[in-house]
């Protein structure tokens, strides 16, 4: 528990330090770079898990991959919903996500949620890249702690 809790202080400081770091003018360019470093966490996360595994079957496997292992490997619980349209389009649902527990469940917040959301919108992309999925990753708040990623996979 006590490690738990420290990796959301961690997390916070984190967030905190790169936005006071950034100017006024440059939150999408923080934001980027939370998005990044998230990527670059997600890729060496995903090669850890899957050295002694064999490839997935298809990208629906991935995807199951992603929210049952991974997630609960990061989060310490499995993704509560995922959704496709079969045509290259994820939605995962997470509605008590970690990251925002700590943060009022007020109205007044919503705005400053998605800046949680960019490392771990980084950490999907990075681990979907290392397992040979190319994609585009956003995040949703409608309301907390909930929120949902959507991936759309990128065809080449």
């Known amino acids: 528990m006590a490690d738990e809790v420290i990796?959301?202080?961690?997390?916070m400081e984190i967030i905190s330090q790169f936005y006071?770091?950034?100017?006024?003018?440059?939150?999408?360019?923080?934001?980027?770079k939370l998005e990044s470093l998230g990527f670059r966490i997600g890729q060496s996360l995903v090669e850890r898990f899957t050295k002694d595994s064999s490839r997935f079957k298809d990208e629906l496997d991935t995807?199951?991959?992603?929210?049952?292992d991974f997630w609960n490997?990061?989060?310490?619980?499995?993704?509560d919903n995922l959704r496709t349209n079969h045509q290259g389009v994820y939605v995962l649902q997470d509605n008590?996500?970690?990251?925002?527990?700590?943060?009022?469940?007020?109205?007044?917040?919503?705005?400053?949620?998605?800046?949680f959301l960019a490392l771990p919108c980084g950490m999907i992309r990075g681990a979907l890249s290392n397992l040979?999925?190319?994609?585009?990753?956003?995040?949703e708040v409608s309301a907390?702690?909930?929120?949902?990623?959507?991936?759309?996979i990128q065809r080449l």
């Open 7 to 11: 990796l959301e202080f961690l997390h």
């Open 20 to 32: 006071r770091s950034c100017e006024k003018a440059d939150q999408d360019q923080c934001i980027a």
């Open 63 to 68: 995807m199951k991959f992603i929210c049952k």
């Open 73 to 79: 490997y990061a989060y310490k619980k499995q993704i």
């Open 96 to 115: 008590k996500f970690r990251f925002l527990t700590q943060i009022s469940n007020g109205k007044q917040f919503m705005e400053t949620a998605p800046k």
């Open 132 to 139: 040979g999925v190319n994609c585009v990753v956003t995040a």
């Open 144 to 152: 907390m702690p909930a929120c949902k990623f959507q991936i759309q």
